[in-house]
């Protein structure tokens, strides 16, 4: 059997998107953190964008890692747990919590001790089906800093 090399056309269309993904890193590096909704319709390019973005990261002390939300797996904070796992092996070892509430505060202050070491580019894929704890996380984390609210897509299909 012979091996065809896969070959991906070019990106186009979407400079100013990879452009707007480079200044949010460029600031999360300067120590300004973020979140970027990426948002569209199914089949308009968003995991290319992400891909390419992530393949043209060469920034010393930047990590890049990525989870995805499964459309039926409902395990609470999965997708973040999955990031924290990938940035650091004893991730695995945050004690069970009774609520969500309880998780939430040592999940922030592990992503803080790691991002205290290098500049984390969190990708969560197909965030339209996370669990409920995921996506509550991520509306406080909206809440609490109204700054984060910088979305990337068509503004229609944005959702909060």
């Not at 979407?14 to 949010?24: F, M, P, V, Y």
Request: proline share 7%; hydrophobic share 45%.
């Amino acid at each position: 059997m012979l091996a065809q090399p896969v070959f991906c056309r070019p990106l186009i269309e979407r400079r100013e998107e990879l452009d707007l993904l480079h200044e949010r890193r460029r600031g999360a590096s300067a120590g300004h953190g973020g979140l970027v909704l990426l948002a569209g319709e199914a089949g308009v390019g968003k995991t290319r964008l992400i891909s390419e973005f992530a393949r043209s990261l060469t920034v010393p002390r930047l990590r890049v890692v990525l989870a995805h939300c499964r459309e039926f797996a409902q395990r609470p904070y999965a997708p973040v747990l999955d990031l924290l796992t990938q940035l650091d092996t004893q991730a695995n070892s945050l004690a069970p919590a009774r609520s969500r509430d309880e998780q939430f505060e040592p999940l922030i202050q592990a992503f803080t001790l790691e991002s205290e070491r290098s500049t984390i580019i969190a990708l969560i894929e197909d965030l339209h089906w996370s669990d409920p704890a995921t996506a509550e996380l991520i509306a406080g984390a909206l809440a609490a800093d109204p700054s984060l609210k910088r979305p990337l897509g068509r503004p229609e299909s944005a959702v909060w």
